[in-house]
C-alpha cells in the first residue's frame, strides 16, 4: 500500500481500483453480527471457494458486508449491478448462485424474497416493500462495501470529503457548512452538530479531543453497531473532518465490549487509513495531523451520557456530572472536547460532499436529513430503517414494517429507547421528527423503535422499562435513585393486584419531580414510558387499581387460566404438558385447573387444539367453581 500524499493523488487510487472492478459483477453477502448469527461466515466462504472451484476467480468479486437493514432475512446475498438480493441463503445455496446468477445473470425464483402479502417474489433488493419507502443515505454504502476493505470505501468516493475539507476549505467554514445544513446529533439528545464543534473549537485550552460515542446501550437498538461494523471509514472520515474544523489532533472510539466485531472492524479500518497516510501525520500532504485510539466500554447504561463517558475514558467510575461545564469547554482530562454519535459522524463527510443544501433538503422545517431507527417488536418485518425525517409514524409500522403479524391490532409504538414514550395508534399521522415526539411526550432517544400489539399490557410496559433503568441509574443523584425506584415499587404493586387509589397521581407527581430534578438526561427522561402511558392509556391503569384487571391479560398476577367444561374435550394434553401439575381430569372426564397450584404459565392456553378452544384466560372476573369431576363427555 502506498502512502497518499495529495487529493490529487487520493483520486488517482480511486480511478485505479474502479477500473480494476470495472465489469465485474458482485455478490455482497451479509456478514455483520445479525448474519453471524446465521452462519454467514460460512456462506461467505462458500461463494470465494466456488467462484474458484468454477473458474470464475478475476471475474466475480466476493464481498463481506455489513447489514444493510433487513436483518431478519440474513443472510442475504445481494448481486450487482442487477440488484438481485437472495434472502436467507445457505451454503448449499451458493454453488448454484455462482453457476446461474453470477456467471450467466439468470435469476433463481426460489432464493428471492417473497411478499407476505402479495405471494409474489421480488427480484430487485429496492422493490422490496421493506426498502421502498426507505432512504438509506447513511447506512446504504453498507450494502457496497466489504467491511474491511479500504480501497471499497475510497472507490465509492470516500475520504474525498476530508480531501475537500483540508485542501478547500477553512476550519471555519467547514462548521459553517455544517451548521448550515442544520444537522442535529443523532445520540439522543439532537443538539445542533455544527454549533457545538463551534463551541469546542473557540473554547480556551490545548490540546483538544474529539470521541465518538458508540455505546449505544438502548436495548434493542443497534444502528450504531451495524454502522460501525459496516461503514467504519466513514466514521473515521467523519471523525476526521471534525477534527481538522475543531482543531483536535487526537480522538477516541468508545465502543461498548459487546461489540466485538465492531471494534475489529474499527482496528483493521484504523491500519489501513494509517498506511495511506490518511490518519497519523501530515495526512495526505496537507500539513494536519490526528490520530484516534480505540477504547473499549464497559457495558452501563449510564456510561454513554456524555460526561459519564468522559469519566469511564480516563479510569474513574462512569457517572455523570453536573454540566456546565460542558464537555465543550471542560472534557476529557479537563480539556475542551466533542463528543459525537457515530451516525452523526457518518453523515458528515455526506454534507461536505454534497452540500449542506442537499441535506437541507431532506426532512422537515427543525429537523433535517435522515435518520436509521432499529425497528423492532410485534411486527412483519424487523430491522434497520433509514427515513428522511418527517415521515409519517404510521408509514414507518405499516409500509416498511409491514404491520402487524397474526391478525393482531397495532396497539402502541415505543420510540427512543428506554427511556422514550409510547405513541397511541390515533397519532400515527404524526410525522416523525425531533419536535414532534416531544410534544406527544416521546424522544426521538437514538432512534429505537419497538411496535406492541393488542396483547401488549401498557402498564407492565411502563414497569419493564422502569425496572432497567433503576438498575443503570448510576444512584448519584438523589431524584433519580430514590424517585425511579419509588415509582417502580407504585408500578409493580399495580401490576401485582394491589394498585391503590391516588397511585396514578403519585407516579404523576413523582416522575415529574424526577423529570425536573434529576442530574443527568437519564433521570430526566425515566419518567417518560410511565407519563405517556398514563397520558394515552389511562383506563389501562385504572382498571389495574379499581377492577384489578389487566385488559390485555398480560399481568400473571391479574389473569387466571380457566378450562370451560363444555368445551373441553378431555384429551389429555393440557392435563400431561402442565409443568405445575395443576390439572387434574381424566379420559373422557374434563379437565380443571387447580387454581392454588397454577403458575399462569400459560402452557395449557398453548397446547390446547385449537379447534377445542377450551381454555381461556380471564382477568377481573371470579373464576367459576369446577362443574364437577368425572362426568363423561362425549368425543367429537
Ligand atoms: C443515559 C444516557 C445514555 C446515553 N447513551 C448514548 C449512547 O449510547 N450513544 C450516544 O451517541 N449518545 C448517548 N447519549 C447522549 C450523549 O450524552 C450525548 O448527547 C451524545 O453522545 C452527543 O452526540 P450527538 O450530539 O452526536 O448526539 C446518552 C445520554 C444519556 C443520558
Not at 151 to 173: C, N, Q, W
Not at 244 to 259: D, F, N, S, W
Not at 340 to 360: Q, S
Not at 541 to 548: F, G, R, S, T, W
Request: charged share 25%; with cysteine.
Amino acid at each position: 500500500m502506498a502512502r497518499l500524499n495529495s487529493a490529487a493523488h487520493l483520486e488517482k487510487l480511486r480511478q485505479l481500483i474502479l477500473d480494476k472492478n470495472d465489469g465485474k459483477r458482485v455478490v455482497s453477502v451479509t456478514n455483520g453480527t445479525d448474519g453471524r448469527t446465521r452462519h454467514s461466515e460460512v456462506v461467505v466462504q462458500a461463494f470465494v471457494n466456488e467462484v474458484k472451484k468454477q473458474g470464475l476467480a478475476g471475474k466475480i468479486v466476493v464481498k463481506s458486508t455489513g447489514c444493510h437493514g433487513f436483518c431478519e432475512q440474513e443472510p442475504t446475498a445481494l448481486i450487482l449491478p442487477e440488484a438481485i438480493c437472495y434472502v436467507t441463503v445457505k451454503p448449499e445455496d451458493v454453488p448454484e448462485i455462482v453457476s446461474q446468477t453470477l456467471a450467466k445473470g439468470k435469476v433463481i425464483e426460489r432464493l428471492l424474497y417473497e411478499d407476505p402479502v402479495s405471494g409474489q417474489r421480488i427480484t430487485k433488493e429496492s422493490e422490496i416493500p421493506f426498502y421502498k419507502s426507505q432512504n438509506q443515505t447513511v447506512l446504504g454504502n453498507n450494502r457496497f462495501l466489504d467491511m474491511k476493505k479500504i480501497d471499497d470505501y475510497i472507490a465509492l468516493g470516500g475520504y474525498s470529503a476530508l480531501a475537500k475539507a483540508l485542501f478547500e476549505m477553512t476550519p471555519e467554514r467547514v462548521i459553517e457548512e455544517v451548521k448550515s445544513s442544520g444537522l442535529r446529533g443523532r445520540g439522543g439528545a439532537g443538539f445542533p452538530t455544527g454549533v457545538k464543534w463551534g463551541f469546542c473549537r473557540s473554547a480556551p485550552g490545548q490540546p483538544k479531543y474529539v470521541i465518538v460515542n458508540c455505546d449505544e446501550g438502548d436495548p434493542g437498538a443497534y444502528m450504531d453497531r451495524s454502522l460501525t461494523e459496516g461503514n467504519p471509514h466513514s466514521v473515521l472520515e467523519g471523525l476526521l473532518i471534525g477534527a481538522y474544523a475543531i482543531g483536535a489532533h487526537e480522538g477516541y472510539i468508545y465502543v461498548r465490549a459487546e461489540y466485538p466485531l465492531a471494534v475489529e472492524n474499527l482496528k483493521t479500518a484504523i491500519e489501513q487509513a494509517e498506511k495511506y497516510g490518511l490518519l497519523g501525520e501530515n495526512i495526505l500532504g496537507s500539513g494536519f495531523n490526528f490520530n484516534v485510539h480505540i477504547h473499549r466500554g464497559a457495558g452501563a447504561f449510564v456510561c454513554g451520557e456524555e460526561t459519564a463517558l468522559i469519566a469511564s475514558l480516563e479510569g474513574r467510575i462512569g457517572e455523570p456530572r453536573q454540566r456546565p461545564p460542558f464537555p465543550a469547554t471542560s472534557g476529557l482530562w479537563g480539556k475542551p472536547t466533542n463528543i459525537n454519535n457515530v451516525e452523526t459522524w457518518a453523515t458528515v463527510p455526506l454534507i461536505i460532499n454534497r452540500g449542506a443544501r442537499w441535506f437541507k433538503n431532506l426532512g422537515t422545517q427543525g429537523s433535517k436529513g435522515t435518520k436509521i431507527f432499529s425497528l423492532v417488536g410485534n411486527l412483519n418485518n424487523t430491522g434497520l430503517v433509514e427515513v428522511a425525517m418527517g415521515i409519517p409514524l404510521g408509514d414507518i409500522i405499516f409500509k416498511i414494517g409491514g404491520g402487524i403479524p397474526g391478525g393482531k391490532e397495532f396497539k402502541a409504538v415505543q420510540t427512543g429507547g428506554p427511556s422514550g414514550g409510547v405513541i397511541p395508534r390515533s397519532l400515527l399521522d404524526t410525522p416523525v421528527d425531533y419536535e414532534k415526539l416531544t410534544q406527544l411526550g416521546s424522544i426521538m432517544g437514538s432512534g429505537g423503535m419497538i411496535v406492541m400489539d393488542e396483547d401488549t399490557c401498557l402498564v407492565d410496559v411502563a414497569r419493564y422499562f422502569l425496572n432497567f433503568l433503576a438498575g443503570e441509574s448510576c444512584g448519584r443523584c438523589v431524584p433519580c435513585r430514590e424517585g425511579i425506584y419509588q415509582m417502580l415499587k407504585i408500578l409493580n404493586r399495580i401490576c401485582e393486584g394491589n394498585g391503590r387509589e391516588g397511585d396514578i397521581e403519585s407516579l404523576e407527581e413523582i416522575g415529574q419531580t424526577v423529570r425536573d430534578f434529576s442530574l443527568c438526561a437519564l433521570g430526566k427522561t425515566a419518567p417518560n414510558p410511565v407519563l405517556s402511558t398514563i397520558r394515552y392509556f389511562r383506563d389501562e391503569y385504572e382498571a389495574h387499581i379499581k377492577e384489578k384487571r389487566c385488559p390485555a391479560l398480560a399481568c400473571k398476577e391479574l389473569i387466571s387460566y380457566y378450562i370451560e367444561p363444555d368445551k373441553c374435550q378431555a384429551c389429555l394434553i393440557c392435563l400431561r404438558e402442565c409443568p405445575a401439575q395443576a390439572i387434574t381430569g381424566g379420559k373422557k372426564i374434563t379437565h380443571v385447573i387447580d387454581q392454588s397450584k397454577c403458575t399462569k404459565c400459560g402452557t395449557c392456553l398453548e397446547v390446547c387444539p385449537p379447534r377445542f378452544g377450551a381454555v381461556t384466560k380471564l382477568s377481573g372476573v371470579k373464576v367459576p367453581e369446577p362443574v364437577r369431576q368425572g362426568a363423561a363427555v362425549t368425543q367429537k
